[in-house]
């Protein structure tokens, strides 16, 4: 069969139909489940996806899927930064920190960020150097109350953190970030490595 080039920009070089024919194939199968869906949330579905488009639904399901795979990684680094025995009353509030802290990241980096595909998450990078001024900060308050302990933990990871945005901002303005492309891959492989099994 031959083709002309605006034939073959209308129709799917594998089965040869057109790409209406093929949405409309696909529409024709839709599962039973969503037709057997109450009548609100049919409408809902439509209303969304009439408002949203398609481009915007799709990244709707990519977020709420990662939103599903940050779950349980979030709540592991909870337990990754805060290890010691007298964190443990205190690790659900911690981990609702952890969440909350997450969602703002998110919400900067989608929001500032000039970059479509932008990820705002918690930097496994850092657990290394949260975990050990925690740990620092456990050794050195033998005479602080538990409150006090998870208080001050809380704050200086807060801070800490806050000096590395502003330092990671002045990184990006300068244009230095550049210059990390010239560090051997086995340094970078190496590093990851061991933040892997640091997690671990």
């Known amino acids: 069969m031959q083709l002309s080039q605006g034939s073959l920009l209308r129709e799917d070089s594998t089965y040869g139909v057109t790409r209406a024919e093929k949405n409309q194939l696909i ?4 599962p039973l489940q969503f037709e057997r869906s109450p009548v609100w949330f049919r409408r809902f ?3 969304f996806e009439k408002s949203l488009g398609q481009d915007h639904k799709t ?4 977020g709420v899927v990662n939103w599903i795979v940050c779950v349980p990684s979030l709540v592991s680094y909870a337990h990754i930064v805060f290890p010691q025995p007298v964190f443990r009353p205190y690790l659900p509030m911690v981990v609702k920190i952890y969440f909350l ?3 703002v990241m998110q919400v900067a980096m989608t929001v500032l960020s000039d970059v ?3 990820i705002g998450q918690i930097q496994d990078v ?3 150097f949260l975990a050990g001024m925690v740990r620092n900060i456990v050794a050195w308050g033998t005479s602080l109350s538990p409150e006090e302990l998870i208080a001050t933990s809380i704050w200086q990871s807060a801070i800490s953190t806050f000096f590395v945005g502003i330092a ?3 990184i990006g303005k300068m244009k230095l970030i550049q210059y990390v492309q010239m560090l051997p891959l086995p340094v970078v492989g190496g590093y990851l490595g061991y933040i892997g099994y640091f997690c671990l």
Do not use: M, T, W
């Not at 990244?59 to 990519?62: D, M, N, Q, R, S």
């Open 116 to 118: 479509e595909f932008s």
């Open 126 to 128: 850092g657990l290394i």
């Open 101 to 103: 802290s997450s969602a």
């Open 45 to 47: 579905c439509k209303s």
């Open 27 to 30: 529409q024709s199968h839709l």
């Open 59 to 62: 990244g709707v399901i990519y």
């Open 168 to 170: 990671l901002i002045i």
